[in-house]
């Protein structure tokens, strides 16, 4: 067990909707970070907060927004959902946030859009 | 940003032999580079990491290495078990965003 917990494990929900992931990171981490994994594909860095602070931004969607709340916690909304956005959406969190802080992975959310 | 290039895409090997992945990097700032293995339906968990005061780091079977100059390393794996089996990726973190490479999927033959 990472320690990093995702939830929900899995979401089913239709084209044009909106859904929240919620991530709580390991104790005592301040940085996490959202990717989106598809099908047999690699991890897309998405984005990457530190302290309640966005600290850098990968390939999101505009459609895609994250926000790391006081209590540390994360959520990534996807709204105006796509076929496309089926994927597997992982959260990771490391101590600083710095270059050279090795991430732990939550178990993921299995996103399908139908 | 950082641009991480993995090679090779799939990897199948006999059971006993060993195994290479190689990885290059293009921000000269990056310092520390590790590795996860993925498993089927699992998160990506790390497996071994190497930064850039040191050229190459052991663990068991696993073995990494590092040229800083050409900006490249590399994850050996000897005595390749079928449990080795599953998706490797590298990455590189030159200002705290973590970019992986495209994962290169093993397959062990027993």
């Known amino acids: 067990d990472s320690g990093v917990t995702q939830t929900p494990k899995h979401l089913i929900t239709a084209t044009g909707q909106r859904v929240t992931l919620r991530c709580s990171p390991r104790?005592?981490?301040?940085?996490v970070y959202w990717y989106q994994q598809s099908l047999d594909q690699g991890l897309q860095f998405l984005i990457q907060?530190?302290?309640?602070?966005?600290?850098a931004k990968g390939n999101i969607l505009e459609r895609f927004s994250a926000q790391q709340f006081p209590d540390l916690h994360s959520e990534l909304n996807l709204s105006s959902l796509e076929l496309g956005d089926s994927a597997l959406y992982f959260c990771?969190?490391?101590?600083?946030?710095?270059?050279?802080?090795?991430?732990?992975f939550g178990n993921g959310t299995r996103l399908t859009v139908t | 940003g950082e641009n991480v290039e993995q090679h090779p895409s799939t990897l199948s090997v006999q059971e006993g032999d060993s195994a290479v992945i190689k990885c290059t990097y293009s921000?000269?700032?990056?310092?520390?580079f590790p590795w996860y293995k993925q498993e089927l339906g699992k998160r990506p968990q790390l497996i071994i990491d190497?930064?850039?005061?040191?050229g190459e780091k052991k663990d068991q079977r696993i073995a990494v290495t590092l040229n800083k100059t050409a900006k490249h390393f590399s994850l050996h794996i000897t005595e390749t078990q079928p449990e080795d089996s599953a998706v490797y990726f590298c990455a590189a973190s030159p200002r705290g965003d973590m970019r992986f490479g495209a994962g290169t999927r093993l397959t062990v033959k027993p």
């Open positions: 921000d000269s700032a990056s310092n520390y």
């Open positions: 104790s005592g981490d301040l940085s």
């Open positions: 907060y530190y302290n309640g602070e966005e600290r």
């Open positions: 990771a969190s490391s101590t600083e946030g710095t270059r050279d802080s090795p991430l732990h």
């Open positions: 190497i930064r850039s005061n040191v």
